[in-house]
């Protein structure tokens, strides 16, 4: 069975500019989850999907971000336009239960 | 709301030697408690978990015990090797509510271990 995947591995962007990352989970999943680290800091909860459904949505930082997950499969992070404070890397998680998260390698975010 | 403090580190050790990672938590009701390892290059992988009071989790040799009297969910040891070498997050999600799933984590321990 294939492990949570991301896409790119790795972003380098100027602010301003607009980026999208992509998360395909675990087939089955109906729990989607995002998260992201920033320099070095915890791990911080962004979002919640339930198939299509945004469950919580309560840790995106602003309207500069915006989750998708058309279709209930794979999911889209938008950060439009980026800035600085958005580099760091952004993990996401897929589930059938919600107590056992089942994390991707990440994509490592670097606005210049 | 809901924390997770870990002890700092980084923690270095010898091979063999004995590790503990504290971890401590606030929350309301009774999470669910989680220890997530980051190997270099590679995501976070579940270590272990315990979802009830006095549980111990335990996996590749770690165990941790769910301690609700004093809060805490220390991961422990007992001879470590340079395969453990990583990042160790300690984790917690509420039981129940619409941010069931949400994790809160610490600030990650990095943990070195010499031949």
């Known amino acids: 069975e294939a492990g949570v995947t991301q896409f790119p591995s790795h972003s380098v962007i100027e602010k301003g500019q607009t980026v999208t990352l992509r998360c395909d989970p675990i087939s089955g999943h109906d729990n989607l989850y995002w998260y992201r680290r920033v320099m070095g800091k915890e791990i911080k909860f962004l979002l919640h999907?339930?198939?299509?459904?945004?469950?919580?949505e309560s840790g995106m930082p602003n309207n500069r971000f915006l989750a998708e997950r058309t279709g209930g499969t794979y999911s889209t992070l938008k950060v439009q336009p980026a800035e600085l404070e958005d580099s760091g890397v952004y993990f996401c998680a897929s589930s059938r239960r919600v107590d056992t998260q089942y994390f991707g390698p990440g994509t490592r975010l670097t606005v210049l | 709301g809901n924390s997770v403090t870990q002890m700092e580190g980084p923690v270095t050790l010898s091979e063999e030697a004995f590790l503990t990672i504290n971890c401590t938590y606030t929350a309301t009701g009774y999470p669910s408690l989680f220890w997530y390892v980051q190997y270099p290059g590679e995501g976070l992988q579940l270590l272990l978990k315990a979802t009830k009071a006095d549980d111990k989790g335990s996996n590749k040799g770690f165990e941790a015990t769910y301690r609700k009297e004093t809060t805490s969910f220390h991961l422990e040891k007992g001879s470590v090797q340079v395969s453990d070498s990583a990042v160790y997050f300690c984790?917690?999600?509420?039981?129940?509510?619409?941010?069931?799933?949400?994790?809160?984590f610490g600030q990650g321990t990095i943990l070195t271990v010499h031949p």
């Open positions: 984790a917690l999600t509420r039981a129940g509510g619409t941010s069931y799933g949400k994790l809160t």
């Open positions: 999907f339930v198939k299509e459904s945004k469950q919580d």
